[in-house]
């Protein structure tokens, strides 16, 4: 494979706002590149490392396992404590709404966006102040679970306490 080339330093705004673009066009895998290319060139790019979270997200639809552990890996990076759990909370929540989209077992879907609305709970404990994002996001959650719980299973009840056993209450993939 060729190596990728290096991008100036001076080119990164305009490059981040490509990558933006990119992504507002539904062409995340190309966002995903000029997130990787900037983040080459800065590591401690924020902007960049949020892009890419949200870049690799919105290939749920058509990607599986291998671009969920790149967005949870690349949210862990994040600097700041809120931003890992509001950025965790939408990987969570988008790789349900996936799980919900490709027909896959209810329960597991819904699992998922129970993780999500726990994540956004400890955002909203460290949220700055007038940020109304993480509970937008968990209010979002709430109403989706509402609308399909009566599709659940008594059986999640069983398996979300297995988990809760062994400290592990992030839901099967």
């Not at 330093?9 to 900037?38: M, N, T």
Request: proline residues 6%.
């Amino acid at each position: 494979m060729p190596e990728p080339k290096r991008i100036a330093k001076e080119s990164i705004p305009a490059a981040l706002e490509k990558a933006l673009r990119y992504r507002l066009l539904g062409e995340p895998s190309q966002a995903e590149s000029i997130c990787r290319d900037v983040l080459t060139v800065d590591p401690g790019n924020q902007q960049a490392r949020i892009t890419l979270v949200l870049a690799l997200t919105d290939q749920f639809a058509r990607e599986f396992a291998t671009v969920l552990d790149q967005a949870r890996g690349e949210a862990e990076q994040l600097e700041g404590q809120y931003e890992r759990e509001y950025y965790n909370g939408i990987i969570s929540e988008r790789w349900g709404k996936a799980q919900i989209a490709r027909d896959m077992p209810i329960d597991g879907a819904l699992a998922w966006i129970s993780e999500a609305m726990r994540c956004y709970e400890r955002a909203e404990t460290i949220s700055p102040p007038n940020d109304p994002d993480a509970v937008l996001r968990w209010n979002t959650c709430a109403r989706l679970l509402d609308r399909y719980e009566h599709l659940r299973s008594t059986e999640v009840e069983a398996t979300r306490d297995v988990h809760a056993d062994y400290g592990d209450d992030v839901p099967l993939r």
